[in-house]
């Protein structure tokens, strides 16, 4: 069975600086890979996503994320965080073959702090 | 505007008073699901459907019930709801062609059960 996992429950940064966020999955064979935001309030909103070709995919708002088959991670990254990019943010990883279940990481809350 | 549909976004009702949450897209889409969030557990999927008619359980199907009669709606049914339904519940679709398979999410309806 696939799953996903999220280490980090919360994330505390502070504005301008670098982002990482974890993701580790479990998944028999190449994924499908996705990155999700929920604003406050809000439904998720996709930022990025991997299902072949080169390892590093580039998303909306900035972030990019780096597919590394040897560690089984899909890590999430921003050079540089905004106040705005305050939020949940969920891995997910899916696959079609007959039926589709796709599975969602806990999430992580990043705060930003001015 | 390409969009996922949800109603009502908010509610309040009673233990054992039958509800429906209804799901539209404009999409197309064939897959469409339905998913609680619960604080600490992430996403968890309820039930989907990869297309009209056909429905299969997802990881916490008890105490839920959907439809698919039509390719655009998909109803969420709690025909007995209890306090451990008080949950945000999210429907979402997708394209089930090979590498279309992003999930597009509605906004959300909070549920609660007294």
């Known amino acids: 069975a696939q799953s996903v996992t999220q280490p980090d429950i919360h994330i505390t940064v502070s504005e301008g600086a670098s982002l990482e966020l974890r993701c580790n999955y479990s998944?028999?064979?190449?994924?499908?890979l996705f990155w999700y935001v929920q604003s406050p309030g809000q439904g998720l909103q996709l930022l990025l996503k991997y299902f072949s070709g080169d390892t590093l995919v580039q998303g909306i708002k900035g972030f990019e994320a780096e597919f590394k088959r040897s560690q089984s991670s899909f890590n999430l990254r921003k050079p540089s965080v905004h106040w705005s990019d305050a939020a949940e943010y969920f891995c997910a990883v899916g696959a079609w073959g007959g039926s589709y279940i796709p599975t969602f990481g806990r999430g992580t809350s990043l705060i930003v702090h001015p | 505007e390409a969009q996922v549909t949800q109603n009502p976004r908010y509610l309040i009702t009673v233990t054992g008073k039958k509800l429906t949450v209804t799901c539209s897209q404009n999409m197309n889409h064939e897959y469409m699901s339905w998913y609680r969030q619960d604080p600490g557990l992430g996403l968890r999927q309820i039930y989907y459907?990869?297309?009209?008619?056909?429905?299969d359980k997802g990881d916490v199907p008890e105490g839920y019930k959907v439809s698919r009669k039509e390719k655009r709606n998909f109803p969420l049914i709690l025909e007995s709801p209890s306090p451990n339904q008080t949950s945000l519940y999210f429907c979402?679709?997708?394209?089930?062609?090979?590498?279309?398979?992003?999930?597009?999410f509605g906004p959300g309806t909070r549920l609660t059960v007294l």
């Open positions: 998944y028999g064979a190449t994924p499908y």
């Open positions: 979402a679709s997708s394209s089930t062609g090979e590498g279309r398979n992003e999930q597009f």
């Open positions: 459907s990869m297309n009209v008619e056909v429905t």
